[in-house]
């Protein structure tokens, strides 16, 4: 069984990179389904679509994002990473991950504060 797990920094200073990583266990990005990729959800608000990156390496980003979004993967695809650049306070927000099998990680807090 596929399982998803994310790992962030905690706590960014605006202006600065938030790095996150999603890593997959029982499987790899590819088993069982087309495409990984990136959701948030603001406080408050709801889910935010970020991008996904597709088996064959193809990477969709959002287009309110894509300006400061970096979408990649290693070479065993067995991670797949999210860079979000010049952060602010507007991009606090619980941040997971996901495939198109269903699979989802628990979801990390990132708080972008000074």
């Known amino acids: 069984q596929v399982q998803l797990q994310v790992s962030g920094p905690g706590p960014v200073k605006p202006s600065q990179t938030l790095s996150l990583t999603c890593t997959v266990s029982g499987g790899s990005i590819t088993t069982n389904h087309h495409a990984s990729g990136w959701i948030r959800q603001p406080p408050g608000k709801g889910l935010e679509w970020m991008g996904v990156?597709?088996?064959?390496?193809?990477?969709t980003c959002s287009p309110s994002l894509q300006s400061r979004t970096s979408n990649s993967r290693n070479t065993s695809k067995t991670q797949f990473f999210l860079q979000l650049g010049s952060v602010t306070p507007e991009d606090t927000a619980v941040y997971s991950c996901y495939n198109s099998g269903g699979d989802w990680g628990e979801g990390t807090q990132v708080t972008v504060s000074s």
């Open positions: 990156i597709t088996k064959y390496g193809r990477i």
